[in-house]
Protein backbone atom coordinates (compact mmCIF):
# COMPACT_ATOMS: atom_id res chain seq x y z
CA UNK A 1 0.00 0.00 0.00
CA UNK A 2 1.29 3.66 -1.27
CA UNK A 3 2.72 5.88 1.97
CA UNK A 4 1.93 9.44 1.36
CA UNK A 5 5.20 11.52 0.49
CA UNK A 6 6.10 14.80 2.27
CA UNK A 7 4.34 16.63 -0.66
CA UNK A 8 0.85 14.55 -0.30
CA UNK A 9 1.01 15.54 3.29
CA UNK A 10 1.47 18.99 2.30
CA UNK A 11 -1.22 19.06 -0.48
CA UNK A 12 -3.82 17.04 1.94
CA UNK A 13 -2.81 19.53 4.85
CA UNK A 14 -3.54 22.63 2.20
CA UNK A 15 -6.84 21.46 0.99
CA UNK A 16 -8.11 21.10 4.62
CA UNK A 17 -7.37 24.27 5.31
CA UNK A 18 -9.20 25.61 2.18
CA UNK A 19 -12.04 23.77 3.47
CA UNK A 20 -11.70 25.56 7.07
CA UNK A 21 -11.36 29.26 4.67
CA UNK A 22 -14.78 28.35 2.88
CA UNK A 23 -16.78 27.84 6.75
CA UNK A 24 -14.77 30.87 7.91
CA UNK A 25 -15.88 32.66 4.74
CA UNK A 26 -19.22 31.61 3.80
CA UNK A 27 -21.08 34.32 5.64
CA UNK A 28 -19.50 37.08 3.63
CA UNK A 29 -20.71 38.92 0.78
CA UNK A 30 -21.75 37.28 -2.55
CA UNK A 31 -18.16 37.96 -4.29
CA UNK A 32 -16.64 35.94 -1.37
CA UNK A 33 -18.78 33.44 -1.15
CA UNK A 34 -18.16 32.56 -4.74
CA UNK A 35 -14.74 32.21 -4.18
CA UNK A 36 -15.15 30.55 -0.90
CA UNK A 37 -17.50 27.25 -2.35
CA UNK A 38 -14.35 27.49 -5.39
CA UNK A 39 -11.54 27.16 -2.87
CA UNK A 40 -13.77 24.20 -1.39
CA UNK A 41 -14.88 22.41 -4.71
CA UNK A 42 -11.15 22.23 -5.92
CA UNK A 43 -9.78 20.99 -1.76
CA UNK A 44 -12.41 18.45 -2.11
CA UNK A 45 -11.42 17.73 -5.57
CA UNK A 46 -7.74 17.10 -4.34
CA UNK A 47 -8.93 15.13 -1.55
CA UNK A 48 -10.84 13.05 -3.55
CA UNK A 49 -7.75 12.49 -5.96
CA UNK A 50 -5.40 11.76 -3.51
CA UNK A 51 -7.22 9.07 -1.74
CA UNK A 52 -8.50 7.22 -4.41
CA UNK A 53 -5.02 6.74 -6.67
CA UNK A 54 -2.70 7.54 -4.00
CA UNK A 55 1.04 8.97 -4.26
CA UNK A 56 4.27 6.79 -3.97
CA UNK A 57 6.26 6.76 -1.74
CA UNK A 58 9.65 8.59 -2.25
CA UNK A 59 11.75 5.29 -0.94
CA UNK A 60 9.69 2.70 -3.65
CA UNK A 61 12.35 2.08 -6.19
CA UNK A 62 10.10 -0.25 -8.12
CA UNK A 63 9.46 1.33 -11.88
CA UNK A 64 8.84 -1.78 -13.80
CA UNK A 65 9.62 0.67 -17.49
CA UNK A 66 13.13 1.88 -16.23
CA UNK A 67 13.92 -1.66 -14.80
CA UNK A 68 13.32 -2.53 -18.43
CA UNK A 69 15.56 0.00 -19.64
CA UNK A 70 18.24 -1.38 -16.96
CA UNK A 71 17.29 -4.92 -17.75
CA UNK A 72 16.14 -6.47 -20.98
CA UNK A 73 14.82 -9.68 -19.32
CA UNK A 74 12.05 -7.53 -17.34
CA UNK A 75 10.87 -5.86 -21.21
CA UNK A 76 8.44 -8.83 -21.34
CA UNK A 77 6.75 -8.03 -18.09
CA UNK A 78 5.80 -4.86 -19.79
CA UNK A 79 1.86 -4.81 -21.71
CA UNK A 80 1.90 -4.00 -25.24
CA UNK A 81 -0.57 -1.28 -25.72
CA UNK A 82 -2.30 -1.77 -29.09
CA UNK A 83 -2.28 1.38 -31.19
CA UNK A 84 -6.10 2.70 -31.57
CA UNK A 85 -7.68 3.23 -34.99
CA UNK A 86 -10.58 3.61 -36.37
CA UNK A 87 -12.86 1.53 -38.06
CA UNK A 88 -13.92 1.81 -41.34
CA UNK A 89 -17.90 1.49 -41.28
CA UNK A 90 -20.09 2.81 -43.65
CA UNK A 91 -22.34 2.78 -40.94
CA UNK A 92 -20.43 6.10 -39.73
CA UNK A 93 -22.90 9.07 -40.35
CA UNK A 94 -21.70 12.00 -42.04
CA UNK A 95 -23.08 15.85 -42.93
CA UNK A 96 -22.85 16.01 -46.44
CA UNK A 97 -20.81 19.04 -48.57
CA UNK A 98 -21.91 22.24 -47.27
CA UNK A 99 -24.23 23.99 -49.59
CA UNK A 100 -23.83 27.39 -51.21
CA UNK A 101 -25.65 29.15 -48.82
CA UNK A 102 -24.01 27.31 -45.85
CA UNK A 103 -20.48 28.37 -47.09
CA UNK A 104 -21.42 31.96 -47.74
CA UNK A 105 -22.78 32.35 -44.51
CA UNK A 106 -19.52 30.61 -42.65
CA UNK A 107 -17.40 33.26 -44.99
CA UNK A 108 -19.16 36.05 -44.18
CA UNK A 109 -18.95 35.68 -40.20
CA UNK A 110 -15.02 34.17 -40.54
CA UNK A 111 -13.76 36.87 -43.03
CA UNK A 112 -11.32 34.19 -44.20
CA UNK A 113 -8.36 36.39 -46.19
CA UNK A 114 -7.00 33.81 -48.65
CA UNK A 115 -4.46 36.75 -49.67
CA UNK A 116 -2.52 36.10 -46.06
CA UNK A 117 -3.09 32.11 -46.47
CA UNK A 118 -0.04 30.15 -47.01
CA UNK A 119 -0.11 27.94 -50.26
CA UNK A 120 -0.54 24.59 -49.98
CA UNK A 121 2.34 21.86 -51.15
CA UNK A 122 3.39 21.71 -54.82
CA UNK A 123 3.10 18.41 -54.95
CA UNK A 124 -0.12 16.24 -54.10
CA UNK A 125 0.90 12.39 -53.05
CA UNK A 126 -1.96 11.18 -54.19
CA UNK A 127 -1.21 12.10 -58.07
CA UNK A 128 2.61 10.81 -57.57
CA UNK A 129 3.26 6.97 -58.05
CA UNK A 130 4.71 4.68 -55.74
CA UNK A 131 5.66 0.96 -56.56
CA UNK A 132 7.76 -1.54 -54.19
CA UNK A 133 9.54 -4.28 -55.52
CA UNK A 134 10.78 -7.06 -53.22
CA UNK A 135 13.32 -9.12 -53.75
CA UNK A 136 13.67 -7.02 -57.00
CA UNK A 137 16.42 -9.05 -58.70
CA UNK A 138 18.12 -7.98 -61.57
CA UNK A 139 15.13 -4.96 -61.69
CA UNK A 140 13.58 -5.87 -64.74
CA UNK A 141 9.71 -6.05 -63.15
CA UNK A 142 10.71 -2.97 -61.43
CA UNK A 143 11.61 -0.99 -64.77
CA UNK A 144 8.66 -1.88 -66.60
CA UNK A 145 6.29 -1.24 -63.61
CA UNK A 146 8.50 2.49 -63.06
CA UNK A 147 7.54 3.15 -67.08
CA UNK A 148 3.94 2.09 -66.98
CA UNK A 149 3.24 4.18 -63.44
CA UNK A 150 5.11 7.31 -64.32
CA UNK A 151 5.12 7.41 -67.59
CA UNK A 152 8.54 7.91 -68.05
CA UNK A 153 10.03 6.76 -70.97
CA UNK A 154 13.73 6.90 -69.42
CA UNK A 155 12.80 3.75 -67.66
CA UNK A 156 13.59 1.26 -71.13
CA UNK A 157 14.14 -2.06 -70.84
CA UNK A 158 16.79 -2.61 -73.67
CA UNK A 159 18.52 0.41 -72.12
CA UNK A 160 18.52 -1.50 -68.41
CA UNK A 161 19.52 -5.11 -70.38
CA UNK A 162 22.52 -3.22 -71.74
CA UNK A 163 23.17 -0.96 -68.97
CA UNK A 164 23.54 -4.77 -66.93
CA UNK A 165 26.63 -5.67 -68.09
CA UNK A 166 26.14 -9.69 -68.11
CA UNK A 167 23.71 -10.01 -65.04
CA UNK A 168 20.80 -10.11 -67.36
CA UNK A 169 20.08 -13.62 -68.85
CA UNK A 170 17.39 -16.08 -68.07
CA UNK A 171 15.10 -16.33 -65.14
CA UNK A 172 15.40 -19.11 -62.42
CA UNK A 173 12.70 -20.90 -65.05
CA UNK A 174 15.08 -20.52 -67.72
CA UNK A 175 12.62 -17.36 -69.20
CA UNK A 176 13.90 -15.08 -71.20
CA UNK A 177 12.99 -11.32 -70.33
CA UNK A 178 11.32 -9.78 -72.69
CA UNK A 179 12.77 -6.41 -74.12
CA UNK A 180 9.32 -5.23 -74.65
CA UNK A 181 8.28 -1.71 -73.30
CA UNK A 182 4.56 -0.85 -72.97
CA UNK A 183 3.47 2.53 -75.05
CA UNK A 184 3.64 5.63 -72.93
CA UNK A 185 0.55 7.82 -74.26
CA UNK A 186 0.20 9.80 -70.68
CA UNK A 187 1.99 12.84 -69.33
CA UNK A 188 4.84 11.93 -67.22
CA UNK A 189 4.19 12.44 -63.40
CA UNK A 190 6.77 11.99 -60.66
CA UNK A 191 7.18 9.24 -58.44
CA UNK A 192 9.29 6.61 -56.34
CA UNK A 193 10.23 2.78 -57.81
CA UNK A 194 11.51 1.43 -54.60
CA UNK A 195 14.04 -1.82 -56.05
CA UNK A 196 14.80 -3.67 -52.66
CA UNK A 197 17.64 -7.04 -52.99
CA UNK A 198 19.32 -8.90 -50.44
CA UNK A 199 21.79 -10.62 -52.37
CA UNK A 200 24.99 -8.37 -52.44
CA UNK A 201 26.70 -9.19 -56.30
CA UNK A 202 23.52 -8.98 -57.69
CA UNK A 203 22.63 -5.08 -56.03
CA UNK A 204 26.04 -4.50 -56.99
CA UNK A 205 25.23 -5.09 -60.49
CA UNK A 206 22.22 -3.18 -60.73
CA UNK A 207 23.08 -0.27 -58.56
CA UNK A 208 26.00 0.34 -61.54
CA UNK A 209 23.36 -0.05 -64.16
CA UNK A 210 20.85 2.61 -62.41
CA UNK A 211 23.91 4.90 -62.01
CA UNK A 212 25.05 4.57 -65.57
CA UNK A 213 21.49 5.50 -66.64
CA UNK A 214 20.85 8.16 -63.97
CA UNK A 215 17.68 6.80 -62.32
CA UNK A 216 17.87 7.77 -59.41
CA UNK A 217 17.64 11.25 -60.19
CA UNK A 218 14.28 9.92 -62.05
CA UNK A 219 12.89 8.30 -58.82
CA UNK A 220 14.79 4.67 -59.04
CA UNK A 221 15.27 3.77 -55.66
CA UNK A 222 17.32 0.90 -54.69
CA UNK A 223 18.36 -0.49 -51.20
CA UNK A 224 20.19 -3.31 -50.44
CA UNK A 225 18.48 -5.65 -47.82
CA UNK A 226 16.17 -8.21 -46.74
CA UNK A 227 12.42 -7.88 -45.99
CA UNK A 228 11.04 -10.16 -43.50
CA UNK A 229 8.75 -10.49 -40.23
CA UNK A 230 11.10 -8.28 -38.08
CA UNK A 231 13.95 -6.11 -38.42
CA UNK A 232 17.79 -7.02 -37.56
CA UNK A 233 20.52 -8.90 -40.17
CA UNK A 234 20.40 -12.08 -41.72
CA UNK A 235 22.89 -14.16 -43.76
CA UNK A 236 22.15 -14.57 -47.61
CA UNK A 237 24.18 -15.99 -50.21
CA UNK A 238 26.98 -14.07 -52.44
CA UNK A 239 27.36 -15.92 -55.51
CA UNK A 240 26.56 -14.85 -59.01
CA UNK A 241 24.78 -11.72 -59.63
CA UNK A 242 21.39 -12.79 -60.91
CA UNK A 243 20.96 -15.81 -58.96
CA UNK A 244 17.11 -15.82 -58.44
CA UNK A 245 16.32 -19.16 -56.50
CA UNK A 246 18.11 -17.89 -53.19
CA UNK A 247 16.19 -17.67 -50.06
CA UNK A 248 16.33 -15.87 -46.47
CA UNK A 249 16.98 -19.83 -45.57
CA UNK A 250 19.51 -20.51 -47.77
CA UNK A 251 22.77 -20.03 -45.90
CA UNK A 252 21.85 -23.16 -43.72
CA UNK A 253 22.80 -25.31 -46.93
CA UNK A 254 26.67 -26.25 -46.20
CA UNK A 255 27.28 -26.31 -49.53
CA UNK A 256 26.76 -21.89 -49.40
CA UNK A 257 27.29 -21.11 -45.94
CA UNK A 258 31.06 -20.11 -46.73
CA UNK A 259 29.68 -17.67 -49.42
CA UNK A 260 27.14 -15.75 -46.93
CA UNK A 261 27.76 -12.66 -45.96
CA UNK A 262 25.29 -10.28 -42.82
CA UNK A 263 22.59 -8.19 -44.81
CA UNK A 264 20.55 -5.46 -43.07
CA UNK A 265 16.83 -7.31 -42.30
CA UNK A 266 13.94 -4.85 -42.21
CA UNK A 267 9.61 -5.31 -41.59
CA UNK A 268 7.96 -4.31 -44.36
CA UNK A 269 6.40 -1.91 -42.41
CA UNK A 270 9.69 -0.63 -40.97
CA UNK A 271 10.98 -0.62 -44.62
CA UNK A 272 8.50 2.19 -45.80
CA UNK A 273 8.83 4.17 -42.39
CA UNK A 274 12.51 4.69 -43.18
CA UNK A 275 12.63 5.02 -46.71
CA UNK A 276 9.28 5.54 -48.33
CA UNK A 277 9.37 9.20 -48.91
CA UNK A 278 5.62 9.81 -50.53
CA UNK A 279 2.74 9.22 -47.78
CA UNK A 280 0.01 8.74 -50.87
CA UNK A 281 -1.28 5.34 -51.55
CA UNK A 282 1.46 2.39 -52.89
CA UNK A 283 0.18 1.55 -56.47
CA UNK A 284 1.75 -1.89 -56.75
CA UNK A 285 3.47 -3.98 -54.08
CA UNK A 286 5.54 -6.62 -55.99
CA UNK A 287 6.72 -9.27 -53.83
CA UNK A 288 8.87 -12.27 -54.83
CA UNK A 289 10.86 -13.92 -51.59
CA UNK A 290 11.12 -17.24 -52.73
CA UNK A 291 8.97 -19.21 -50.18
CA UNK A 292 8.93 -16.12 -48.04
CA UNK A 293 5.95 -13.86 -48.92
CA UNK A 294 3.87 -14.73 -45.76
CA UNK A 295 6.89 -13.32 -43.96
CA UNK A 296 7.07 -10.57 -45.77
CA UNK A 297 2.86 -10.07 -45.42
CA UNK A 298 2.68 -11.00 -42.04
CA UNK A 299 5.43 -7.58 -41.11
CA UNK A 300 3.24 -5.30 -43.37
CA UNK A 301 1.33 -3.38 -40.52
CA UNK A 302 -0.64 -0.83 -41.80
CA UNK A 303 1.23 -0.86 -45.01
CA UNK A 304 -1.28 -2.98 -47.11
CA UNK A 305 -4.34 -0.31 -45.31
CA UNK A 306 -2.52 1.98 -48.35
CA UNK A 307 -1.62 -0.64 -51.02
CA UNK A 308 -4.01 -0.63 -54.17
CA UNK A 309 -2.47 -3.72 -55.81
CA UNK A 310 -0.09 -6.64 -54.81
CA UNK A 311 1.59 -9.47 -55.96
CA UNK A 312 2.89 -12.41 -54.60
CA UNK A 313 4.70 -16.26 -55.37
CA UNK A 314 3.49 -19.27 -54.00
CA UNK A 315 5.20 -22.49 -54.20
CA UNK A 316 6.13 -25.49 -51.68
CA UNK A 317 9.56 -23.94 -50.32
CA UNK A 318 10.11 -21.72 -47.58
CA UNK A 319 7.44 -20.96 -44.88
CA UNK A 320 4.58 -21.68 -47.37
CA UNK A 321 5.94 -25.74 -47.05
CA UNK A 322 3.80 -25.58 -43.74
CA UNK A 323 1.42 -23.12 -44.42
CA UNK A 324 -1.82 -22.70 -46.44
CA UNK A 325 -2.84 -20.38 -49.21
CA UNK A 326 -6.32 -19.63 -47.85
CA UNK A 327 -4.15 -18.63 -44.77
CA UNK A 328 -2.56 -15.67 -46.35
CA UNK A 329 -5.89 -15.09 -48.53
CA UNK A 330 -8.06 -15.18 -45.60
CA UNK A 331 -5.72 -12.22 -44.30
CA UNK A 332 -5.47 -10.28 -47.49
CA UNK A 333 -9.55 -10.56 -47.00
CA UNK A 334 -9.79 -9.01 -44.16
CA UNK A 335 -7.35 -6.10 -45.16
CA UNK A 336 -9.86 -5.61 -48.08
CA UNK A 337 -8.00 -6.91 -51.13
CA UNK A 338 -9.64 -9.69 -53.53
CA UNK A 339 -7.33 -12.35 -54.46
CA UNK A 340 -6.67 -14.43 -57.77
CA UNK A 341 -4.79 -17.15 -58.94
CA UNK A 342 -2.59 -15.46 -62.59
CA UNK A 343 -1.92 -16.80 -65.67
CA UNK A 344 -1.21 -15.87 -69.40
CA UNK A 345 -4.55 -13.67 -69.42
CA UNK A 346 -6.23 -15.26 -67.29
CA UNK A 347 -7.01 -15.06 -63.55
CA UNK A 348 -8.92 -17.56 -61.23
CA UNK A 349 -10.29 -16.40 -58.20
CA UNK A 350 -9.03 -17.25 -54.51
CA UNK A 351 -11.09 -15.51 -52.12
CA UNK A 352 -14.03 -16.92 -51.27
CA UNK A 353 -13.66 -19.65 -53.63
CA UNK A 354 -11.93 -21.66 -50.96
CA UNK A 355 -10.62 -25.36 -51.54
CA UNK A 356 -9.10 -27.59 -48.80
CA UNK A 357 -6.42 -28.82 -51.14
CA UNK A 358 -5.34 -25.84 -53.28
CA UNK A 359 -1.49 -26.48 -53.42
CA UNK A 360 0.26 -25.39 -56.36
CA UNK A 361 3.87 -26.45 -57.24
CA UNK A 362 4.77 -22.74 -58.20
CA UNK A 363 1.93 -19.77 -58.89
CA UNK A 364 1.85 -16.22 -58.77
CA UNK A 365 -0.96 -14.41 -56.63
CA UNK A 366 -2.31 -10.78 -57.75
CA UNK A 367 -4.71 -9.11 -55.41
CA UNK A 368 -6.71 -5.83 -55.63
CA UNK A 369 -8.13 -3.93 -52.65
CA UNK A 370 -11.52 -3.11 -52.51
CA UNK A 371 -10.88 0.32 -52.87
CA UNK A 372 -10.36 0.18 -56.01
CA UNK A 373 -14.31 -0.38 -57.32
CA UNK A 374 -14.95 1.30 -60.30
CA UNK A 375 -11.71 0.34 -62.22
CA UNK A 376 -9.44 -2.35 -61.79
CA UNK A 377 -11.82 -4.64 -59.35
CA UNK A 378 -14.21 -4.99 -62.13
CA UNK A 379 -11.40 -5.37 -64.69
CA UNK A 380 -9.98 -8.12 -62.49
CA UNK A 381 -13.25 -10.18 -61.85
CA UNK A 382 -14.32 -9.80 -65.53
CA UNK A 383 -11.24 -11.91 -66.51
CA UNK A 384 -12.35 -14.20 -63.97
CA UNK A 385 -15.03 -14.85 -65.33
CA UNK A 386 -13.80 -14.82 -68.90
CA UNK A 387 -11.27 -17.42 -67.84
CA UNK A 388 -14.21 -19.85 -66.56
CA UNK A 389 -15.85 -19.08 -69.83
CA UNK A 390 -12.82 -20.98 -72.37
Not at 102 to 131: H, V, W, Y
Not at 138 to 149: F, H, N
Not at 331 to 347: A, E, I, P, S, V
Request: proline share 3%; hydrophobic share 35%; charged share 20%.
Amino acid sequence: MHRPTQAATHVHTQGLKSIKRWKKNRNKCSVGTSRAYLQMILAILILILLFSIGVPSQQSSYDPFRLAVEDPIQKASIPTVNKYEHSNSPSHKRFGQCTSDQMNKINARLKFDNKKCREGPEDDDTNSFLGISIGCNKGYDAIKTARMGMSNVDFDSKSWASALKGGGGTGACNQKHLNVDSVVTKPARKGEMHCVEPMPSTFKIISEASSSLGLESKGFILTHAAISASNGSIKFPNVKGGVENLGLDSCKAKTLSKLCEDVPMYSLQTYVEKFVKGSGPINILQIDAEGFDFDILFGAGSVLDRTQYLEFEYHQSGTWANLHINDAVRLLDGKGFNCYWTGKKQLWRITDCYFDSMCRAWSNVACVHRSQTGGLVEKMENIFLDTLLH
